[in-house]
């Protein structure tokens, strides 16, 4: 027999292949479980049935504890999202497209759906609630030289206006803008709401006066965005809603934005 030979015709290398082999295997079977702690079991399109107990491909479940004492979760835990879809298929079969059938951006179908987060707000590492408006975070302003926002008018997908800004809303972890407050006008609701900072631009007219362009929605829809239960604070749970709110604008806004550009 030659040199690392183990019989006659098995050898080292060739043991060592078959090991890798089953290694390999074994870390998909693995990875593959994992990537299935949420979303999973999958529900069947059409007929909501799925699979109760399938033991291959799910991960026993694992705990995970929570930051600043809030408790613990499990997964996978078995739950099914029972939430009520107000939307109705396109056609018969699976895959089919949903269409809404009340207000869009408020329906949690396609770009306006939004994540069943808990409805607490979110704790940075020092205990503090991360998002709070300037009014109440006396260690942060607008720094010397920029423009100071408070007080703009904040104009729609359709230039009209919808209100004004009259707070900033900052995370105190990462040191930066996250909403701006806006008290809009009267035929607008007369509501105060919370416009994400990412779905703005600052620009100015001919006579050099600047303004906020939300392009996402128009002005009278700012008055069903979703609002925060508690003055100065807004949980994960709202802000998933307010975010889905403006992103669903960006093709329900208006009837043109979802036909062919041809």
């Given at each position: 027999m030659g040199t690392g030979a183990i019989v006659g015709n098995i050898d080292v290398a060739q043991v060592t292949l078959y090991v890798f082999w089953i290694f390999f295997a074994a870390l998909l079977w693995y990875i593959r479980k994992e990537d299935r702690r949420e979303g999973y079991p999958l529900e069947h399109d059409v007929t909501g049935k799925y699979d109760k107990d399938p033991w291959v491909w799910m991960a026993s479940p694992k705990t995970f504890v929570l930051p600043q004492g809030t408790g613990e979760v499990h997964f996978p835990n078995g739950k099914r999202d029972t939430r009520p879809i107000a939307a109705k298929r396109t056609a018969k079969f699976a895959g089919a497209s949903l269409e809404p059938t009340g207000n869009p951006m408020l329906d949690g179908v396609g770009p306006a759906a939004w994540a069943e987060r808990a409805d607490v707000p979110d704790i940075a590492a020092d205990g503090q609630i991360r998002l709070a408006p300037m009014s109440i975070a006396p260690d942060f302003s607008v720094a010397e030289g920029d423009p100071d926002p408070r007080g703009l008018p904040v104009y729609g997908c359709d230039d009209e206006v919808?209100?004004?800004?009259?707070?900033?809303w900052i995370d105190r972890a990462e040191q930066?803008?996250?909403?701006?407050?806006?008290?809009?006008?009267?035929?607008?609701?007369?509501?105060?709401?919370?416009?994400?900072?990412?779905?703005?631009?600052l620009e100015k007219t001919r006579g050099a006066q600047r303004y906020f362009k939300v392009r996402s929605i128009t002005a009278a829809q700012?008055?069903?965005?979703?609002?925060?239960?508690?003055?100065?604070?807004?949980?994960?749970?709202?802000?998933?809603?307010?975010?889905?709110y403006y992103g669903g604008g960006t093709l329900y806004a208006t009837p043109e934005r979802q036909e062919p550009l041809l």
């Open positions: 919808a209100g004004t800004i009259s707070d900033i930066m803008i996250r909403y701006f407050q806006i008290d809009l006008s009267a035929e607008n609701g007369g509501r105060t709401v919370l416009l994400p900072h990412n779905f703005t631009t700012f008055a069903d965005i979703p609002g925060n239960a508690v003055a100065n604070q807004v949980t994960l749970l709202e802000e998933d809603k307010i975010m889905g």
